[in-house]
């Protein structure tokens, strides 16, 4: 299968911060990931769809403000959390969706602790 | 709207036991259909698809899947689990057409006894 990275793995950061999450496809080029978020025993949630040169689309009750993403090349989406806080500590998942399949592929997520 | 109801949020086997765990969906259409896994600390890995043709289909680590239509259901098998198979095990439905846009079940948190 596919190859996916996300960095970092985890992070510690001060309430009121902005953190950034990157997610990298290795092996090939994709214009759509995704962004899930997961808390804990709970299942994945997803928060946006993410496209390569155009703005990403948010599901429902996401705040796109607070959640940025950046899509800038085939191989590569950013999520930062603007301003973060404690309710926003939970573990975020990437996936990507290679060119010509119908299979997303899952990164090993990012642990995300706001203090 | 789509949805994935996966009825057992535990089960525990012995090993060297059957197992099957649950996954029933709702979706308007013929549905795309995965069963991923996911192991502490790790992502989740993609056990198997169905997106049409035969309802059996079988992935990897020995798992299979039977899809019924008649039943809504995409239940997971394994003739007999081993003791690395204990992890979270998540059923997806996915839009038909492009990249997918997954809806995850709730989860079942598989222990084996050994």
């Known amino acids: 299968g596919a190859v996916v990275s996300q960095h970092p793995s985890w992070v510690i950061c001060k309430s009121g911060t902005s953190v950034k999450i990157e997610c990298r496809s290795l092996?090939?080029?994709?214009?759509?990931m995704f962004w899930y978020r997961q808390f804990p025993k709970q299942s994945l949630m997803l928060m946006a769809t993410?496209?390569?040169?155009?703005?990403?689309?948010?599901e429902q009750g996401v705040e796109k403000d607070k959640f940025l993403i950046n899509h800038a090349s085939l191989t590569l989406s950013t999520l930062t959390v603007t301003s973060a806080h404690p309710e926003d500590s939970s573990f975020y998942i990437c996936?990507?969706?290679?060119?010509?399949?119908?299979?997303?592929?899952f990164g090993p997520g990012t642990r995300l602790t706001v203090l | 709207a789509q949805s994935v109801t996966q009825p057992d949020i535990h089960i525990t086997v012995s090993e060297g036991a059957s197992l099957e765990l649950r996954c029933n969906y709702s979706?308007?259409?013929?549905?795309?259909l995965f069963w991923y896994v996911q192991s502490p600390g790790q992502g989740l890995q993609l056990l198997l698809k169905?997106?049409?043709?035969?309802?059996l289909v079988q992935g990897i680590k020995g798992f299979e899947a039977e899809f019924k239509r008649s039943q809504s259901s995409f239940n997971l098998r394994k003739p007999s689990v081993h003791w690395s198979d204990a992890a979270e095990y998540f059923c997806?439905?996915?839009?038909?057409?492009?990249?997918?846009?997954?809806?995850f079940g709730q989860g079942t948190r598989l222990t084996i006894n050994p």
């Open positions: 996936s990507v969706a290679p060119l010509g399949t119908d299979t997303q592929y």
């Open positions: 092996d090939f080029q994709a214009t759509t």
């Open positions: 993410s496209n390569e040169g155009s703005k990403a689309t948010y």
């Open positions: 979706y308007g259409a013929t549905p795309y």
């Open positions: 169905y997106f049409s043709g035969d309802t």
């Open positions: 997806a439905v996915g839009q038909l057409q492009g990249a997918q846009k997954l809806v």
